[in-house]
């Protein structure tokens, strides 16, 4: 019972402070992470077997980890060593492409090839942050779009903000369809056993039906202000210039880029695990990367990863206690067995919290709650569930400012150069379009699982 206390307080403390964002995010987790290793596993349960499972060690060191032989391992408890080491790789890689100016480049060879025209800029500008998204932190997305979108829109004459928006929320939507697409898809991948094909063949879909309905409404709300028929410019005379400084490291970055897709898209084939992949291409980046090397090992976000080492031990309190069993437990109840009505609060309740709290740990908090309900109720499985988690946690954090680090980045640029975003702007326009998409979602699940 006295550890049951422990863990929920430390868990209620660590969101308060992580909301309050007085703090670095990585200090609070860690911090409380401390906390639950002394008061939950040490003064409440007095159990070292709990804090072990916990740390969960000794499980980089098992063939499984590396290589499963096409069979999914499962990690459902205490530290996901696997999302931390695949996301210090992938970061590795993106630090790469960056440094061969290859964000930059593409996007202005697509507004090139969209004649320099404003609503063809905005329209492309969508589906470039979509698909860039399934495969690349969506906080370097929107990094590097929003500032090539001012870029343009001095030129061009247009207003950047809808576009800035319309990219941020398309950036979380194109997130949800991969495993790596946004990092609460990869805990949940690498915690339930999941492949990169299975998120295509789920949330992919269900996250390419939303993209062409969110496309429709963005244009046909937004494309009256993207430019002032007075401001109009004439194309024929518009020349952003559009170079590659050194063609070597352009050309490796992006056969890096092309063999980590490979990889994760056949990994279910050929049993090499996320952390396999996330180590192989860091690797062969530093390698390609010679001089730069240690550079690009400097740019890692280090406290991004001690962020989720703190978080996880903090959830791990939860369950080792057996907390998330109860809450678990409780929604069953709540639901009466329901399958449409548990589904319905599994993606409202993931949307709405993921909306003023960070996904991640939510994210962490209800894979053992999902787990926990699939093994109590017979009329919904934890695949259904899985998905339904993705899609609720991943487009809830387009709803507000602060839902998604991709919001505050978007938002953040386009204020520093001028253009500033509101609380009452941004959700006017986005709070619809997540209700809208939540929508098709949720009814997407009930007629294709259900």
């Known amino acids: 019972m006295l550890g049951e206390v422990f863990a929920v307080v430390i868990f209620v403390a660590m969101f308060g402070f ?18 639950t290793s002394i008061l939950v596993f040490g003064v409440g349960m007095r159990s070292a077997k709990a804090f072990w499972n916990t740390i969960a060690i000794s499980g980089i060191i098992k063939k499984e980890f590396w290589y499963t032989a096409g069979e ?20 590795i890689m993106v630090e790469g492409m960056a440094e061969a100016g290859f964000f930059d480049w593409l996007c202005l060879k697509i507004a090139k090839m969209a004649k320099y025209e404003p609503i063809r800029i905005f329209v492309s500008f969508m589906i470039l942050s979509a698909f860039l998204a399934m495969f690349i932190d969506s906080i370097t997305v929107i990094l590097f779009l929003a500032a090539v979108t001012i870029r343009l829109a001095r030129t061009l004459k247009f207003n ?10 398309c950036a979380n939507l194109g997130g949800s369809a991969t495993m790596c697409g946004d990092p609460p898809n ?48 004439d194309i024929s005379k518009i020349n952003v210039e559009v170079k590659i400084d050194n063609k070597v490291e352009f050309i490796r970055s992006t056969v890096i880029f092309v063999l980590a897709v490979i990889m994760l898209i056949t990994h279910a084939m050929t049993g090499l695990t996320v952390s396999f992949i996330g180590v192989f291409i860091a690797i062969i980046t530093l390698i390609a990367s010679r001089r730069k090397a240690l550079m690009l ?43 449409y009505i548990m589904i319905a609060i599994i ?14 740990p939510f994210s962490a908090t209800m894979i053992p709650v999902i787990s926990s309900l699939a093994a109590q109720t017979p009329g919904v499985d934890l695949h259904t569930m899985a998905w339904t988690l993705a899609i609720g946690t991943d487009i809830g954090g387009s709803m507000t400012p602060i839902g998604a680090s991709a ?10 150069e001028g253009y500033p975003i509101s609380w009452s702007t941004y959700c006017k326009e986005m709070v619809p379009g997540t209700m809208i998409v939540l929508v098709v979602s949720m009814l997407n699940i009930y007629f294709r699982y259900l």
């Open 18 to 35: 992580i909301v309050w964002d007085r703090f670095p995010k990585h200090i609070v987790t860690l911090s409380c992470g401390a906390l």
């Open 72 to 91: 999914a391992a499962e990690q459902t408890s205490g530290i996901n060593w696997a999302t931390i080491i695949f996301l210090w790789g992938m970061m």
């Open 160 to 169: 950047p903000v809808p576009v800035i928006m319309a990219e941020v929320f």
């Open 186 to 233: 990869i805990i949940i991948g690498t915690s339930l056993g999941y492949s990169f094909a299975d998120f295509v063949m789920n949330t992919g879909v269900i996250g390419a039906v939303s993209l062409l309905i969110i496309i429709l409404y963005f244009y046909f709300t937004m494309r009256n202000r993207l430019q002032d028929p007075s401001d109009k410019v």
């Open 297 to 339: 090992l400097k740019r890692v976000d280090y406290y991004t990863l001690l962020f989720f080492i703190g978080l996880f031990v903090v959830v791990g309190g939860l369950e080792q206690t057996g907390v998330l069993e109860e809450i678990a437990g409780f929604i069953a109840k709540v639901s009466g067995g329901n399958p």
């Open 347 to 360: 993606l409202w309740v993931s949307a709405i919290a993921s909306a003023f709290i960070d996904n991640i």
């Open 407 to 416: 919001n505050v980045v978007g938002i953040s640029t386009a204020g520093k």
